[in-house]
């Protein structure tokens, strides 16, 4: 890869999309190449990234996300001195909870955890109340509890990503949005705009990172789309009971809802995972009061009011693995998409195999490549 140099529309490396998977393998990039990340909105991480209740959970979604999330488990716990001043992570715990007719569910996901959660057991109904005593007594038949969850902060986790890339050369451009990708004499021409003006750039890689936006920003250098579905994820924040900020995250077997202590009250997300466009996501009426419905048949705790909602986008593959690779037969076209709901969890790890994909030391294993769906 080619030095840093005064020329600022020449990269060795474009990354398209800001946000916590364009951001994490920038990072990791930066040493090493010149690298810029080009955000079509005005500030990185606007969209799913910035609106995430991230939580470091190792037993979540299926094998490869759990090895992809404990790839990165020394940066979270212990990460450089200068990535950020305050902690990645921060002690939290997972309440499993299984109403009425739920047991074999529970009993399932205890069998399929915890050979690799050492730290995740079975509670009793009176044991999930002591932990949270707003659960209804007549609705909790069981549990399941692992004191190993931790918080993610976020902020401070995308920002340290933000500071890395700046403190290696490499560059963050907000207000960027890719209009036109073509590969023309051995480089891509990125067409788009800076703040309404032309900006073209040309760059020996391109990343597409763009989350919800994928397959459109393949669409632009000609290729198919692949497998991946935008699905609109709610939460909201209502007001909690005294004394509940050393409560774990609560969530139910069947995944329907889950909650947690996030000031200035409790957050409670419905689950949900409805098919949509690629679009800045809103929460709708409906989806808010299903959420509060359901928290209403697990918890005794009369919610009045909504202070806060919101909604953001979790894109997956059919699989709900991650899409990673060069694309077949397009030289330098990069795919770092359909991270999901894991995207903040994973985020080192993938960030780091994906630098070291591009920078020919690692391959990607066919349960993420992009090659799995022939493209």
Known sequence: MSETGANNTHFDIAVVGAGAAGLSVAYFLAPHARVVVLEREDQPAYHSSG???????????????????????????????EFSETPLVTPAGGLTVAGPTEQTALDKYLQTWTPSCPDLH???????????????????????????????DVHALLTGYQR???????????????TALAWDTGQWSLGGSLGGSAEPLT???????SGAWANHTASLAGLTPVPL?????????????????????????????????????LMVCPQDETPSEAMD????????????????????????HVMHSWAGLRTFAPDRHPIVGFADGLHGFFWLAG????????????????AQIILGHATAHETINVARFGT
């Open 203 to 209: 760059a020996d890689v391109v990343v597409n990172a």
């Open 122 to 152: 079975a509670v009793s109904p009176a044991e999930c109340m002591g932990i949270v005593p707003i659960l209804r007594e007549e609705w909790v038949q069981g549990g399941a509890f692992d004191p190993s969850w931790h918080n993610i």
């Open 51 to 81: 609106r995430s209740a991230a939580m470091y959970i190792e037993g979540y979604e299926n094998g490869v996300v759990q090895e992809l999330t404990t790839a990165g488990r020394e940066f979270f716990f212990e990460a450089p001195a």
């Open 339 to 354: 991270q999901g709901g894991f995207g903040i969890q994973t985020s080192p790890g993938l960030g780091e195999l994906a």
């Open 164 to 178: 890395g890339i700046r403190a290696h050369g490499g560059e963050i451009r907000s207000r960027f949005e890719v």
């Open 229 to 265: 579905t935008p699905m609109r994820r709610t939460a909201a924040i209502v007001p909690a009971p005294d004394h509940c900020a050393p409560w774990p995250l609560v969530h139910t077997v069947r995944e329907n809802l889950y909650f947690k202590p996030e000031s200035p009250g």
């Open 281 to 304: 996501a809103y929460p709708l009426d409906l989806d808010i009061a299903l959420a509060m419905e359901e928290f209403h048949k697990v918890a005794n705790h009369p919610v009045e």
